[in-house]
């Protein structure tokens, strides 16, 4: 059972990234899944969720109009396009299947209510 985020990288700012987080071992269509990030010394931060179903998402007003979460089930993918990218952007990004009837009921996306978590991937927006 494993989850693996990727995509990111160096970019400038206004520029964009498409994260993505594969599962392998299970299947992610029967959860709500999280994306994550953090910097040294702080929380880990959620930045948006998505249903299993894809009916309900919900962002983290910071990135509100910047970033879509989508999923694939039949590819068992969730993705995260990032847009007009901006150095408070910069963290690891890490993404987690949601426990269920806790996760991804509104914006307030909090990681005690995610089990599974992939490697992160950093994302580091800079000129």
């Known amino acids: 059972v494993q989850l693996q985020a990727s995509g990111g990288g160096l970019v400038q700012p206004g520029g964009s990234l498409r994260l993505s987080c594969a599962a392998s071992?299970?299947?992610?269509?029967?959860?709500?899944m999280g994306w994550f990030r953090q910097v040294p010394g702080k929380e880990r931060e959620g930045v948006s969720c998505?249903?299993?179903?894809?009916?309900?998402?919900y962002y983290i007003d910071s990135v509100k109009g910047r970033v879509t979460i989508s999923r694939d089930n039949a590819k068992n993918t969730v993705y995260l396009q990032m847009n007009s990218l901006k150095p408070e952007d910069t963290a690891v990004y890490y993404c987690a299947t949601g426990i269920p009837q806790l996760a991804c009921y509104g914006s307030d996306i909090r990681a005690d209510e995610y089990d599974t978590w992939g490697r992160g991937t950093l994302v580091t927006v800079s000129s």
């Open positions: 071992g299970f299947r992610l269509d029967y959860y709500a």
């Open positions: 998505i249903t299993s179903t894809g009916e309900e998402i």
